[in-house]
């Protein structure tokens, strides 16, 4: 279900440099929970389609000033090329929210090191505000991290790491995972016209399913195995299925292999940043 639109006070104002897929899901995520579209300011040279109200610029060039809160999208290869346009617009101490999967902050932080660097792994979810956020940085306060969460809490729910390191598998999980979820939603339409019904059909259960259990799950008191066993009887249909699924923990294995990929890749970008 969509979060409802109401006001939000003292929203900070925002420069997205690079606003794809992730940064237009935040900025949608914010504006339906409130936040004035004046309140946003993009540079991107392709986007469009952003809610009325929002300052569109192709280049930084048109820009003029400062910004004390950045959200960086660009693609992490685009970095070394576009820092000095990010950061002439960047006053001291401004803080700079990095989308940027596999790059460091020290990187970061070579690049802009008057910043204050935080990384961010949202997902698309942000949108609705449902999406994980994990977050990293040895810059803030306690203070701050409190008003970074206030602005970040229409989009979802906050998870401070301990280690930079974690952000790599927070990636992997939170980042990427919904991916993963929509490949295994269209396995279970594509399965479910294998065995009779018309692929419309079976796509739509499919996805009501999906919706069901994950509502349920995240409001009930059982863990996930726990739901799974009250849906199971000895001998039944259930049953007969989750044998496929649990054989040689299949599913457990490939979920584990899938993550871990993803994982090692982050951790290759950024070894590749470096380099």
Same mark, same amino acid.
């Given at each position: 279900?969509?979060?409802?639109?109401?006001?939000?006070?003292?929203?900070?104002?925002?420069?997205?440099?690079?606003?794809?897929?992730?940064?237009?899901?935040?900025?949608?995520?914010?504006?339906?929970?409130?936040?004035?579209?004046?309140?946003?300011?993009?540079?991107?040279?392709?986007?469009?389609?952003?809610?009325?109200?929002?300052?569109?610029?192709?280049?930084?060039?048109?820009?003029?000033?400062?910004?004390?809160?950045?959200?960086?999208?660009?693609?992490?290869?685009?970095?070394?090329?576009?820092?000095?346009?990010?950061?002439?617009?960047?006053?001291?101490?401004?803080?700079?929210?990095?989308?940027?999967?596999?790059?460091?902050?020290?990187?970061?932080?070579?690049?802009?090191?008057?910043?204050?660097?935080?990384?961010?792994? %949202?997902?698309?979810? *942000? =949108?609705?505000?449902? @999406? +994980?956020? #994990?977050?990293?940085?040895?810059? !803030?306060?306690?203070? $701050?991290?409190?008003?970074?969460?206030?602005?970040?809490?229409?989009?979802?729910?906050?998870?401070?790491?301990?280690?930079?390191?974690?952000?790599?598998?927070?990636?992997?999980?939170?980042?990427?995972?919904?991916?993963?979820?929509?490949?295994?939603?269209?396995?279970?339409?594509?399965?479910?016209?294998?065995?009779?019904?018309?692929?419309?059909?079976?796509?739509?259960?499919?996805?009501?399913?999906?919706?069901?259990?994950?509502?349920?799950?995240?409001?009930?008191?059982?863990? %996930?195995?726990?739901? *799974? =066993?009250?849906?199971? @009887? +000895?001998? #039944?249909?259930?049953?007969?299925? !989750?044998?496929?699924? $649990?054989?040689?923990?299949?599913?457990?294995?490939?979920?584990?292999?899938?993550?871990?990929?993803?994982?090692?890749?982050?951790?290759?970008?950024?070894?590749?940043?470096?380099?």
């Amino acid at each position: 279900m969509r979060h409802e639109a109401g006001p939000m006070t003292r929203f900070p104002h925002i420069l997205i440099f690079g606003c794809g897929n992730m940064g237009g899901a935040m900025l949608r995520g914010w504006v339906a929970a409130g936040a004035p579209t004046e309140s946003f300011t993009v540079i991107d040279p392709v986007a469009s389609d952003l809610p009325e109200g929002v300052r569109l610029y192709r280049t930084a060039d048109e820009l003029n000033g400062t910004y004390d809160t950045v959200l960086l999208g660009i693609k992490p290869q685009m970095l070394s090329a576009l820092a000095p346009d990010i950061a002439r617009l960047l006053p001291p101490d401004a803080l700079l929210l990095s989308l940027l999967a596999g790059t460091r902050t020290v990187s970061l932080s070579s690049h802009f090191p008057n910043a204050r660097v935080v990384r961010l792994m %949202p997902n698309l979810a *942000a =949108a609705i505000g449902k @999406s +994980p956020l #994990g977050l990293f940085s040895t810059q !803030l306060g306690s203070n $701050d991290r409190a008003e970074l969460e206030r602005d970040l809490s229409a989009l979802g729910t906050a998870v401070w790491l301990e280690e930079e390191g974690q952000m790599d598998a927070v990636t992997a999980l939170a980042g990427s995972g919904p991916a993963f979820v929509y490949r295994f939603i269209d396995a279970l339409a594509q399965g479910g016209s294998q065995i009779g019904l018309a692929p419309e059909t079976a796509a739509r259960l499919a996805l009501a399913m999906v919706e069901g259990a994950t509502q349920l799950a995240t409001a009930a008191n059982e863990t %996930p195995a726990e739901l *799974a =066993a009250r849906v199971t @009887s +000895p001998g #039944g249909t259930t049953a007969a299925g !989750l044998a496929v699924l $649990d054989a040689d923990d299949a599913l457990t294995r490939l979920v584990q292999d899938t993550l871990r990929a993803a994982k090692n890749r982050g951790a290759e970008l950024a070894m590749g940043e470096n380099d």
